[in-house]
């Protein structure tokens, strides 16, 4: 395992001023580029749902070593732990919706 590497300080900088700006143009927004209605999350909360989500969500990236974007390019590059990373994100994400949604699947 290779030492931690500090320059990732500045990719989630880069991030986070990319995602501010987007949220900032969203704001003055009704409207999408497109035309259609804009729906912004009216929520704010944070509960239960959500940290126990994030804490599934951080797991499963410390224990893979990928988020979802990056594990489809290493898909595309052939990495068969990427293959597994991406099959156990989509059945998660069944379960989730079968087990755990407001708009539940008829089983």
């Keep these: 395992m290779g030492a931690w590497d500090p320059s990732l300080i500045f990719v989630m900088a880069g991030a986070v001023i990319v995602g501010l700006g987007g949220f900032y143009i969203a704001n003055q ?18 509960n239960k749902p959500l940290i ?6 951080g797991a499963g990236w410390g224990i893979a070593g990928f988020c979802p974007g990056p594990a489809i390019v290493a898909l595309g590059a052939g990495h068969l732990k990427a293959a597994v990373f991406l099959l156990a994100m989509l059945v998660g994400m069944e379960i989730c919706e079968r087990f755990f949604s ?3 699947k008829p089983v």
């Design 29 to 46: 927004r009704t409207t999408t580029f497109f035309g259609s209605a804009l729906h912004l999350p009216a929520r704010r909360d944070i």
């Design 52 to 57: 126990i989500g994030s804490l599934i969500f």
């Design 102 to 104: 407001p708009n539940k």
